[in-house]
């Protein structure tokens, strides 16, 4: 399956309303693996499957994922276990090579947005192999904006940052090429996902205009 990040001319503004998403095509990605804590896959249950809408934009200068998935409660709150926030993420291997699926390997490392409903601002991660993830340390990659609702069961939600990357702990993103992307999401409150027990999609094809 491939999401095509359109590109438009001008300011693209960090709002669901901006005109730029009608022109748009919107992909839904299924999101049918289930991790456990190790990052071991589990058998799935077809009824548990999950579905988020996917639309990508650029202007040549900063690239918008629009994302909605149905949510029947906004987890906000963290606290205590099994108290956890909603969550999403998306992960890009660093190089062409095949990486795993489950947080990159040693020498086929990830790069991955990861927004969760109580942070104040989503985080640019750097893995190489199930239980390596780290936020990135340097200021630099501090460099990723978002919008996020919760209205009538689905949460919506945008992140934008750079083409370019502000650091070597961050992907490119070229003009004209296409990069490897997949998901993952996380049920707060009671579900008690968290860490490395989610669902995530089989990898998809991002392609940049």
């Known amino acids: 399956m491939e999401i095509t990040a359109v590109y438009v001319t001008g300011p693209i503004a960090l709002d669901p309303e901006d005109p730029a ?35 990508a934009v650029h202007n040549g200068i900063d690239i ?15 606290g205590d ?3 956890f926030p909603d969550a999403l993420a998306m992960q890009i291997p660093f190089l062409t090579v095949e990486s795993p699926l489950c947080m990159g390997a040693l020498h086929e490392p990830v790069n991955i947005i990861f927004w969760r409903s109580d942070l104040p601002m989503p985080e640019n991660i750097v893995a190489g192999g199930p239980g390596t993830a780290q ?3 340097d200021a630099a990659a501090l460099n ?23 650091s070597e702990n961050q992907l490119s993103f070229e003009r004209r090429a296409t990069y490897r992307i ?3 999401n996380w049920k707060g409150g009671v579900d008690a996902e968290r860490g490395g027990h989610k669902i ?6 991002l392609s940049i205009q």
């Open 200 to 205: 995530v999609s089989e990898w998809q094809n």
């Open 21 to 55: 998403w009608d022109k748009v095509p919107e992909t839904t990605v299924n999101l049918n693996k289930r991790l456990n804590e190790s990052g071991a896959r589990m058998s799935f249950e077809a009824h548990e499957e999950r579905h988020i809408k996917v639309k």
């Open 64 to 78: 918008f994922f629009f994302y909605k998935w149905d949510e029947n409660e906004a987890k906000i709150a963290a």
């Open 182 to 184: 997949a998901f993952a």
């Open 144 to 166: 990723i904006r978002h919008y996020q609702t919760w209205a009538d069961r689905v949460w919506s939600v945008i992140l934008t940052r750079p083409l370019a990357a502000a």
């Open 135 to 137: 936020t990135s340390p």
């Open 81 to 83: 276990y099994p108290v």
